[in-house]
């Protein structure tokens, strides 16, 4: 089984819809962490979570919600979304917090 | 406030050249570490390399090596024998002193485009 995955790869929602995208670790890692990837801005990120708690929260708007029940399982839950949350969402995850990332492949999320 | 700056947004090589793709930081931090990592067009980040502030030796990992100059606050990545495969994008990424609160996150820089040529 691939080290990190994430379903949907890929995700076109309208702007009243509630999505969920999750990620899956297989490496026995402690931390999570989800990064939002848009064209020509520096990848951000958005949660981390350690031990299934969650450590940062930088400024992200309330349409995004995260959830870690367990240090293998992360999800993102979307509402409401806006045309600029159209990116890259990437999962990683990490053996000690903010150590070497092991990437997931990303959903290429559109909201229309 | 941290910075990482990569000055060169595309870069072209030749099969089997050497090639150096700069990045640049700015912290206030005594303790940190930097990354590199590569995003193939298929889009998942693969981790290369990793120096910490207080490592003597330049980090190598096999065709990669990171040229650490601390005073000048450089962290260039090193590729030797460039592959057709090496052709992605390449990002470099600082993590501050863990216990310096907000200056936990991990920064990224723009990336640089890398085109290895036959």
């Known amino acids: 089984e691939t080290g990190v995955t994430q379903t949907p790869r890929h995700l076109v929602m309208g702007m009243t819809n509630k999505k969920s995208l999750k990620c899956e670790q297989h490496?026995?890692?402690?931390?999570m962490y989800w990064y939002k990837q848009s064209a020509k801005k520096p990848l951000e990120l958005m949660f981390v979570?350690?031990?299934?708690?969650?450590?940062e929260n930088n400024s992200v708007p309330s349409r995004f919600s995260p959830e870690c029940p367990n240090s293998s399982h992360l999800f993102l839950h979307l509402h409401t979304l806006q045309p600029e949350d159209s990116a890259l969402y990437l999962c990683?995850?990490?053996?000690?917090?903010?150590?070497?990332?092991?990437f997931g492949p990303g959903t290429r999320l559109t909201v229309t | 406030a941290q910075k990482i700056t990569q000055t060169q947004p595309g870069m072209f090589v030749q099969e089997k050249e050497a090639v150096t793709l700069d990045c640049t930081y700015d912290t206030s931090d005594q303790s940190y570490g930097l990354f590199w990592y590569k995003q193939p067009s298929s889009g998942e980040m693969i981790f290369l390399i990793y120096q910490g502030s207080y490592d003597e030796q330049n980090a190598t990992e096999g065709r990669y090596s990171l040229n650490f100059q601390k005073a000048r606050k450089s962290a260039n990545l090193v590729i030797s024998a460039s592959q057709l495969g090496d052709s992605a994008m390449y990002f470099c990424?600082?993590?501050?002193?863990?216990?310096?609160?907000?200056?936990?996150?991990?920064?990224w820089g723009l990336g640089t485009s890398l085109a290895v040529n036959p």
């Open positions: 490496l026995g890692h402690n931390a």
């Open positions: 990683a995850s990490s053996q000690e917090l903010l150590g070497e990332q092991y």
């Open positions: 990424a600082m993590r501050g002193n863990y216990n310096a609160g907000n200056n936990r996150k991990l920064i």
């Open positions: 979570y350690n031990f299934k708690e969650q450590t």
